[in-house]
């Protein structure tokens, strides 16, 4: 069992950055892919970005790319999500996610392939 605790969410204005914390409970986290997804309020849920155990790879949706970037520190058992260049359409509520399946990354844009979710952070962008 994994549980997460996501931080760093906030209120900013356009043009601004944030930089999000996701914390996990048990080493295992590092063994696993992490991704963020997030949900703006009556939309679906969608994929921001993901990062493979040993974070040698990533995957960002194209409405993100050259603006976020996610990293781990499996030292610290956290993933984080730079956000630069904030738009008032990248309001939401972020979550993070962890894989199942130690040492896989692939569909990683699937929210199916995440077992575990954090509560999440609210970002909030104003215009």
């Known amino acids: 069992q994994v549980q997460l605790v996501e931080s760093g969410g906030g209120l900013v204005q356009a043009g601004g950055s944030l930089n999000l914390s996701c914390a996990a409970s048990t080493r295992a986290f590092s063994t696993v892919s992490a991704a963020w997804f997030r949900q703006a309020p009556g939309k679906e849920r969608e994929f921001v970005a993901a990062i493979s155990w040993s974070g040698g790879r990533t995957g960002y949706a194209d409405s993100v790319k050259g603006r976020f970037t996610v990293s781990r520190d499996n030292a610290k058992i956290t993933v984080y999500l730079q956000m630069n260049n904030l738009k008032p359409e990248d309001t939401a509520v972020y979550s993070c996610?962890?894989?199942?399946?130690?040492?896989?990354?692939?569909?990683?844009?699937?929210?199916?392939?995440?077992?575990?979710w954090g509560q999440g952070t609210q970002v909030t962008v104003s215009s």
């Open positions: 996610a962890a894989g199942v399946s130690p040492y896989t990354y692939s569909d990683y844009y699937n929210s199916r392939n995440y077992g575990y």
